[in-house]
């Protein structure tokens, strides 16, 4: 779709969503930042290969088999214990990052919840709307009126989590009695 084709609200969406997210890119901190490089660069295949080389030459070196550079690791502690230094680090900044990134999905969760529970609400309106129209202009509609009533109710958000907790338990409770 073109972009004089997209509706305006539409746009005015994407423009609005694009505005937060360099807001929250914008108040990210130094820390979160130099972590998200150190996950960038040791997360890409380049990183990779290089620490293949790196690996690779230390221990032809120290083995004896590349005699270029006279051996300081022969047993290869040394190599053993910088590569776990470096892996307690790079899962630090792992973990640093997927706590990032749960934290904006946990705001797009939330958003979604939101913008469906208003949905729910606005199309129980408009049930409610059509069907007091249909009444009033006496159209026959073939719809249970006991769902129609349903329908018609909104939805309580509590409740509906009360009752997915409820669920969760008794499956739970069986899993348990299995």
């Not at 997209?6 to 929250?24: D, F, G, K, Y």
């Amino acid at each position: 779709m073109a972009e004089s084709q997209t509706p305006s609200v539409l746009s005015r969406n994407i423009a609005a969503l694009s505005a937060r997210r360099q807001q929250e890119q914008a108040a990210v901190g130094w820390e979160d930042r130099l972590a998200r490089q150190i996950t960038k660069i040791t997360g890409s295949m380049t990183f990779v290969y290089l620490q293949l080389a790196a690996v690779g030459i230390w221990v032809l070196i120290n083995v004896g088999l590349l005699p270029v550079v006279p051996r300081w690791d022969p047993h290869l502690v040394f190599l053993g214990t910088t590569v776990s230094v470096e892996a307690i680090f790079l899962s630090t900044f792992i973990l640093i990052s997927q706590n990032r990134m749960v934290s904006f999905e946990d705001k797009r969760a939330e958003l979604d919840l939101q913008v469906s529970l208003l949905a729910e609400h606005e199309l129980t309106k408009t049930v409610s709307l059509v069907s007091a129209i249909a009444e009033k202009l006496n159209v026959k509609v073939e719809i249970d009126p006991q769902e129609l009533e349903e329908i018609k109710r909104d939805v309580a958000p509590e409740t509906m989590l009360d009752k997915l907790d409820e669920q969760a338990r008794e499956a739970d409770d069986q899993k348990r009695q299995e």
